[in-house]
């Protein structure tokens, strides 16, 4: 089996308008798309983002019997303690392919709107990898960290010293990870579209130092044209860790396929 993209979005997701077809039509490929789940809080005055599941399954069966790319069913989890048995029973019954976890709010703002003006960087940090650890401790069913990064997209130049002063908790975090079996995924979007290339580079060294060999390469897309965003440079950054192999989830189920060339 040869890698395939495993993180974009179509408009079953609230901030896509995506097609699975126009994705079909760039590759012969597997083809997996992991639409959104959040949940948030009175405080935020925002609809609860809950995927319609009948609706994506019969979508994907029905491609299955069109094309010969072999369709896989994904989500991503927006996980938020306070709302884990909600997250929970949404995906009790639900047979995804791949589950990925991110952190995008903290129950009263979005992590997107953040930046130096609003937060001091050290300080939201310590926040946001305190929830990355929540989370991952809470949700032993997510097969992957989804752009671990994330928190830190709306922060301009952030320095690989401001990342090294948390690597207490980084550790905590991947090696919980590592326990799991749960990969961490590399973000193309983050790496190439926020400048966030060498705060993957670190992370891929210390996940690797602890043990860690689950990776993944994802574009993160909401647009075809976005699909596989720069995975070759992904690969090379990869391979100077001496990196050998990505794994895929199907049933939630790992498979390790050689890191293309």
Known sequence: MRYYDQHLHTYFSPDSRETFENYLNLTDLPLIST???????????????????????????????????????????????????RIEEFLA?????????????????????????????????????????????????????????????????????????????????FRTMIRQDQALELNTRSMYRYDNAHLYDYAIGLYKQLGGNYFTVSSDAHRASDYQLRFSDAFNMLRKHNVKQLVTFQNSEANFVALPN
Not at 45 to 62: L, M, N, Q, T
């Open 93 to 173: 019954g639900k047979d995804y392919d791949l589950k990925l976890l991110s952190i995008h709010h903290n129950g009263r703002h979005g992590f997107m709107t953040l930046n130096h003006d609003q937060k001091p960087l050290d300080i939201h940090l310590d926040e946001y990898f305190s929830l990355m650890l929540e989370a991952v401790q809470a949700a032993p069913y997510a097969n992957v960290l989804a752009h671990f990064d994330f928190g830190l997209r709306g922060y301009d130049d952030v320095q690989l010293q401001e990342l090294e002063r948390k690597e207490a908790i980084l550790t905590k975090i």
């Open 35 to 85: 639409e959104h789940l959040d949940f948030f809080s009175p405080l935020q005055r925002a609809d609860d983002v809950i995927p319609d599941y009948d609706g994506y399954s019969a979508k994907v069966e029905e491609l299955n019997a069109t094309y010969d790319n072999c369709l896989l069913k994904g989500i991503e989890v927006g996980f938020t303690y306070a709302d884990r048995h």
